[in-house]
């Protein structure tokens, strides 16, 4: 039981360090859907130059 628990570690460890090297791979490629959201708002004409500019920097804001 304990070696299942050492695969599982070494699994989501390789996982953590292989995303870290691969930014275009789906499986590891994070979440940047508020930033597409806001963009597609911006490019519908829902929100200003303005508001989208404070929003972006909010949103990079980490």
């Known amino acids: 039981m304990m070696i ?3 695969i599982i570690f070494a ?3 390789f996982l953590v360090l292989d995303c870290r ?3 275009s791979n789906h499986f590891c490629k994070r979440e940047d859907n508020a930033l597409n959201i806001l963009k597609e708002r911006y ?7 303005d508001e989208f500019r404070t929003m972006k920097s909010v949103l990079s804001d980490d």
């Open 11 to 13: 699994v989501g460890l």
């Open 4 to 6: 299942l628990g050492i």
């Open 21 to 23: 090297n691969q930014v």
């Open 43 to 49: 490019v519908r004409g829902e929100i200003t130059t």
